[in-house]
């Protein structure tokens, strides 16, 4: 297992759009993906578990991978974070 802290820095946080790009990378690879925010794992191939958090702008979470790939997702994932989901 990997995992990284990162901070979201767009304007309207973790919304609809942001979460849905995050579930087409993590379906894309084998290992398993969780967001830790707010004492709170979720999986990340769940969108209403995603929008369940009502994450903004300027909030700290943890990525957590595991599997074959695991580090290359986390880094995907790091990546969509700072590119602010573009």
């Known amino acids: 297992m990997v995992e990284n802290t990162v901070v979201i820095h767009n304007d309207d946080g973790l919304h609809a759009r942001p979460a849905t790009k995050i579930i087409e990378i993590v379906n894309n690879h084998k290992s398993n993906a969780f967001l830790c925010y707010n004492n709170k ?46």
Do not use: A, C, Y
């Open 41 to 86: 794992k979720i999986n990340l191939r769940s969108i209403v578990s995603i929008m369940s958090l009502s994450i903004e702008k300027g909030t700290e979470i943890k990525f957590m991978t595991e599997g074959d790939d695991e580090q290359e997702l986390l880094d995907k994932l790091i990546h969509l974070v700072d590119s602010k989901f573009e």
